[in-house]
């Protein structure tokens, strides 16, 4: 299986560092013209440039904008006018009880997780209607399925996506534009990381090992009993975002070791 997206323009948000980071880094190699995003001018400027020693057969360019807001969203849109692959990877996530979570985290985990991917498909759909080729995909994750008890306000954020992303695919119907959700489950990303830092400096383990604890304690019903790979989710996207997935669409595809209890 070859996947050429060589002349596709591929904008990945939350893009440097994480799952983001590896999705923009896939598609780079696989050829497509990459767009990275992040809110900070330098740290965006910095992710470009290490995609693009990495082995990017395509070019490599980076856009800073705050997707959390209405405005970020059209900056973003007004340096970049096109896309043919859209992947609304940025997000949040901030563990807390429900009872102490005020509207604020709400508001911003609603703005960020779920706003900012509604702002820019409706930006960019209708040129890849036009065009009869498209790829969107939203980064949702098997909270939008499992709420979890510790972060509520994330899990329902991530339900949203996945709805969003259904309902787009049934108004791009007949088209040669698709729309899917990708759920992963917990994945070894550098925000993960960081929750996972007092853990592992009390215990002294890897943060694999780390990683895996808290994936058989808060997530026992994972299959491979430890977490994601940034890779591993981004394998999925890529080939999501290739021609190759041209009969999928409106699907919310599982990369979460199993751990979605149903058939």
Same mark, same amino acid.
């Given at each position: 299986?070859?996947?050429?997206? @060589?002349?596709?323009?591929? !904008?990945?948000?939350?893009?440097?560092? /994480?799952?983001?980071? %590896? *999705? #923009?880094?896939? &598609? =780079?190699?696989?050829?497509?013209?990459?767009?990275?995003?992040?809110?900070?001018e330098?740290?965006?400027? @910095?992710?470009?440039?290490? !995609?693009?020693?990495?082995?990017?057969? /395509?070019?490599?360019? %980076? *856009? #800073?904008?705050? &997707? =959390?807001?209405?405005?970020?969203?059209?900056?973003?849109?007004?340096?970049?006018?096109?896309?043919?692959?859209?992947?609304?990877?940025?997000?949040?996530?901030?563990?807390?009880?429900?009872?102490?979570?005020?509207?604020?985290?709400?508001?911003?985990?609603?703005?960020?997780?779920?706003?900012?991917?509604?702002?820019?498909?409706?930006?960019?759909?209708?040129?890849?209607?036009?065009?009869?080729?498209?790829?969107?995909?939203?980064?949702?994750?098997?909270?939008?399925f499992?709420?979890?008890?510790?972060?509520?306000?994330?899990g329902?954020?991530k339900?949203?996506?996945?709805?969003?992303?259904?309902?787009?695919?049934?108004?791009?119907?007949?088209?040669?534009?698709?729309?899917?959700?990708v759920?992963?489950?917990?994945?070894?990303?550098?925000?993960?990381?960081?929750?996972?830092?007092?853990?592992?400096?009390?215990?002294?383990?890897?943060?694999?090992?780390?990683?895996?604890?808290?994936?058989?304690?808060?997530?026992?019903?994972?299959?491979?009993?430890?977490?994601?790979?940034?890779?591993?989710?981004?394998?999925?996207?890529?080939?999501?975002?290739?021609?190759?997935?041209?009969?999928?669409?409106?699907?919310?595809?599982?990369?979460?070791?199993?751990?979605?209890?149903?058939?």
């Amino acid at each position: 299986m070859q996947i050429d997206l @060589k002349g596709k323009t591929a !904008l990945v948000t939350g893009s440097t560092e /994480g799952i983001g980071y %590896a *999705i #923009a880094g896939q &598609l =780079a190699r696989a050829g497509a013209n990459v767009v990275v995003n992040g809110r900070s001018e330098d740290k965006t400027a @910095k992710a470009a440039e290490r !995609l693009q020693r990495e082995g990017a057969k /395509g070019s490599v360019t %980076a *856009i #800073a904008a705050d &997707l =959390a807001t209405a405005d970020g969203c059209a900056e973003l849109v007004a340096k970049l006018p096109h896309v043919d692959i859209l992947i609304n990877n940025a997000g949040i996530f901030q563990p807390g009880d429900f009872f102490d979570t005020t509207d604020e985290v709400w508001d911003r985990h609603w703005q960020v997780n779920v706003m900012s991917a509604v702002r820019l498909s409706r930006a960019y759909l209708a040129g890849m209607q036009r065009a009869n080729w498209g790829r969107v995909i939203f980064i949702a994750s098997e909270s939008g399925f499992n709420i979890p008890v510790e972060m509520i306000h994330y899990g329902v954020s991530k339900t949203a996506d996945i709805a969003v992303a259904r309902g787009l695919a049934k108004r791009m119907a007949g088209t040669g534009v698709t729309v899917n959700s990708v759920l992963p489950g917990p994945t070894l990303s550098e925000g993960v990381e960081a929750m996972l830092a007092d853990e592992r400096e009390r215990t002294g383990k890897s943060i694999e090992e780390v990683a895996a604890d808290f994936v058989k304690q808060h997530r026992s019903s994972s299959l491979i009993q430890r977490a994601a790979r940034v890779e591993e989710i981004a394998n999925l996207v890529t080939y999501l975002a290739s021609p190759l997935a041209s009969a999928t669409t409106g699907a919310s595809m599982r990369v979460d070791g199993g751990l979605i209890d149903t058939l």
